[in-house]
């Protein structure tokens, strides 16, 4: 008899337990889920959009509001968690085309890119010029017409460099063409071997990106012959622009509002902060340039537009679309008529919208 309520008392009590520890596993179960909802809804909340990529990882120091805006809050507070990555100008195309990626800084050399049919449209303008031509020192070439008969290196034939080149030479009567033999174009994808090729002679004038070509020019070595941040024909005129994904513009136009809205952001903290601006780009190392000095010399003449600037010329980003076809158009880079291709090119966003 004492033996069975000994029994009794152990199950009583092992009942006992196994129900405080299944109370304790099912409260546990549910604090985890219930803070997995939480942060799934935080999560939610604080990127309105999601994740995206924005390709920001070459090197260049125009690409600033990229930086800027990331470095900044400006994207996350528009909805973005934003993912840069390294994307040469195939993959971009292909990304604005698919919509893997929605939107990309690029100067005119997507304009024929547009013409063959890649969907993706011009929304916005960046910044002014960010491309020089330069000389050795005592080079006998002083003016455009002492380039007749020369070589020139470019990163890439078709490429910016090339056809900014190009259109400055056709302004001034010389044939860009290759089979013109009037110039002759050499690519070199890297600055430091179009600089050793010039110093060789191998070639005679080398036009090359920012900072690369302004890092060049202050070591006294070389001269510049032409700047298009200040030369015409490109003075005053945005060099850059941004180019969305037309598939985003038509499946969700208020995702590129948002971004646009982030862009501007950035331009303008970049336009009342150029030092502050510069160091996050030193520190982040996001730009190839350590120059402190020179790269806020050159964040300023880029000229990042403010919301003033916008106000004061509402159409200049169409107007400049139209003005760089019209130039490409004269050199053969463009088959379409300059005001067709601007209208169909263009697309103007509400920058409101999703507000």
Known sequence: MRKMKKLTKILVSISVLTLMFSGCGKQAATETQTQTNNNVAESSTEYKYGKIDIPGKDGSLCGAPIYIAYEKGFFKEQGFDVNLISADFETRKIGLNNGTIPIVNGDFQFFPSIENGVKVKVVDGLHYGCIKLIVPKDSSIQTVQDIKGKKISVDEIGGTPHQVA????EKNGISAKQE??????????DGNLAIEALNKGDVDVAALWDPFGSVQEKTGNYRVILDIS??????????????????????????????LRAYRAAQNWIAENPEEAVDIIINGKYAQIEDRDLAIQLIKSYKYPTASDREKDPTQVYDNVQYFAEQLHQIGYLKTDPNTFAQDSYAEVDINLGL
Do not use: H, I, Q, R
């Not at 013109?180 to 994808?189: C, K, Q």
């Not at 200040?230 to 969305?244: N, Q, T």
């Open 166 to 169: 190009s259109v400055w030479l």
């Open 180 to 189: 013109d033999g009037e110039v002759t174009f050499l690519p070199f994808s």
């Open 230 to 259: 200040k030369d015409d024909p490109f003075a005053g005129k945005y060099c850059c622009f941004l180019y969305a994904s037309e598939k985003l513009l038509n499946e969700s136009p208020e995702k590129v509002a948002a971004l």
